[in-house]
């Protein structure tokens, strides 16, 4: 079987090997399912740059092609990875919300001469599986460690840490506990719960009886950190004073409607708001707007997929349509750029994105709406996790 798959992948390659006048792309992702919104995001960032762009680079057609994994599923993103390198011919694939997800099509990409441009899993290893794994999201640890920090400064001494138990979640544990620690604080305790969990009232149980005055939280966006912040309010650590701390993913733009005033004033670091202040961000917003019909679902899978469609493009321009995945890869180290979310480079030996991260604050507009206000910036952060693993 694997002899049979190695000769399909070569022979997938080898066809796609020359010019061509069409270019595919394949972008897997959740576009049913509990996660679904976070696969319409993908889909409003790429439609959102090629409203901007165009389809054509050069004189090749840029055609896009989606499969669905509508939850964490290895060996079905395997499997439809496979299914767009040997079937659809596709010469890039992107998307990949979930970190098992990108994990598992990583070993294909050598053998079929195609590049990978993880769009949102946040893994800091996924960039060390491959040579051929361009990274346009943010890790964890990006996004975590200046949490670390600012929790500290904030006044808390013990918190305890509560992540899904997933390599994101180890990440976000280790990445918050050497910077808090580092600081001068205690982590007292560190809960890791199964993806699939809905009640959270036991965690916050826990969190209440171990006389920490502060927590740390990471989830995969979705139901999962939705249902999580409003049990922290409705379980009364809210109003016990116990300090709320995360990335961006628990307050991400689209639950900002149903948390409403419980989440206000909540502060999270993560590496793009919506309502960040610059022209790029104002295109992109009405673009992506439009693309998903409704502002109020925009959130932040779309900014990765947008930057990931760029680096695309360039790879694309830079091989003259010919499938050459190491000369694609080649030609994006070190390329920079003002993406909607700030200037950003893509690092020369981990291929990951550089980029800023912002502390923002839940706050209320005039109009009644609330949005993710950065009040403080992280500038040019790389991703620590690569080097804590070392």
């Known amino acids: 079987m694997k002899r049979l798959l190695s000769a399909a992948l070569l022979a997938a390659a080898m066809s796609s090997a020359a010019y061509a006048d069409t270019i595919k792309v394949g972008i897997v992702g959740p576009f049913s399912g509990p996660f679904a919104l976070q696969g319409k995001n993908f889909k409003a960032g790429i439609d959102a740059y090629v409203a901007i762009n165009g389809h054509k680079v050069g004189n090749h057609e840029v055609e896009i092609i989606y499969r669905d ?16 390198i040997v079937k659809e011919g596709v010469q890039y694939l992107g998307g990949f919300y979930f970190t098992p997800d990108a994990m598992a099509a990583t070993p294909l990409l050598q053998q079929a001469n195609v590049p990978m441009v993880v769009m949102n899993a946040a893994a800091s290893a996924i960039v060390t599986k491959s040579p051929y794994v361009v990274r346009t999201s943010f890790t964890i640890w990006q996004t975590v460690s200046p949490m670390a920090q600012v929790a500290f400064d904030d006044g808390a001494k013990k918190v305890v840490t509560v992540v899904a138990d997933y390599a994101p979640g180890h990440d976000a ?48 966006s979705g139901p999962p950190t939705l249902g999580f912040v409003k049990a922290y309010n409705e379980n009364g650590l809210k109003a016990a004073g116990i300090k ?20 206000l004033g909540l502060q999270t670091t993560f590496h793009y708001a919506v309502s960040h202040d610059s022209p790029e961000n104002k295109a992109f917003v009405t673009a992506a707007s439009k693309a998903i019909g409704n502002q109020a679902e925009l959130s932040f899978p779309a900014v990765g997929a947008y930057d990931g469609m760029h680096v695309i493009y360039k790879m694309i321009e830079a091989t003259g349509g010919k499938q050459d995945a ?49 009040i403080r910036t992280f500038e040019k952060q790389g991703d620590p996790g690569l080097a804590a693993k070392k």
């Open 69 to 84: 994994v509508p939850q964490a599923d290895p060996a079905q993103s395997k499997a439809l990875a496979q299914e767009l």
């Open 173 to 220: 544990e280790a990445a918050f506990k050497a910077g808090f620690e580092k600081a001068g604080g205690a982590v007292v305790e560190q809960l890791r719960m199964p993806m699939s969990t809905a009640d959270f009232s036991p965690i916050m149980q826990r969190i209440k009886d171990s006389g920490a005055d502060g927590l740390f939280v990471f989830l995969p």
């Open 244 to 263: 709320f701390f995360a990335p961006g993913d628990l307050t991400q733009e689209s639950d900002l409607p149903a948390l409403g005033e419980s989440a």
């Open 326 to 374: 190491e000369k694609a890869v080649g030609a994006v180290k070190g390329l920079s750029w003002t993406s909607p979310r700030g200037p950003v480079s893509i690092d020369p030996e981990s291929r990951h994105i550089v980029e800023n991260i912002y502390l923002r604050e839940v706050t209320k507009a005039a109009d009644g709406t609330y949005y993710n206000k950065e």
